[in-house]
């Protein structure tokens, strides 16, 4: 099992960067596929979902409106474009495969993971 991001970098604040997670090794169709972010000193975040299988998509409220999650099923990847970033965007994003979102409470939380890739560190100047 495999999972691939890349695409991190440094931009300024209000700049965009697309993020790709390469997925191999199991059946993409029978996962969610989630990305999460970890900023120093702060515990690791959901960021946005998609179900491959019908590609619905979740995301954080902080990211609402400015990332969009997507899916290339025929590729088994999985891209994340980031708009208008901000400073506090900066951080190593992960993608993983698992469950997808749950909703309570006017908030969605993720689902449970069952692969991680690593990580790739994006960096918002400002």
């Known amino acids: 099992v495999q999972l691939q991001a890349s695409g991190g970098g440094l931009v300024q604040a209000g700049g965009s960067l697309r993020l790709s997670c390469a997925a191999s090794?199991?059946?993409?169709?029978?996962?969610?596929i989630s990305w999460f972010r970890q900023a120093p000193g702060r515990e690791r975040e959901g960021v946005s979902c998609i179900s491959s299988s019908d590609n619905d998509t979740y995301y954080a409220d902080s990211v609402k409106g400015r990332f969009t999650i997507s899916s290339d099923n025929a590729k088994n990847t999985v891209y994340l474009q980031m708009d208008s970033l901000k400073p506090e965007d900066t951080a190593v994003y992960y993608c993983?495969?698992?469950?997808?979102?749950?909703?309570?409470?006017?908030?969605?939380?993720?689902?449970?993971?069952?692969?991680w890739g690593q990580g790739t560190q994006v960096t918002v100047s400002s």
């Open positions: 090794g199991f059946n993409f169709d029978d996962y969610a």
């Open positions: 993983a495969a698992g469950g997808i979102w749950t909703y309570y409470r006017g908030t969605y939380y993720p689902g449970l993971v069952d692969y």
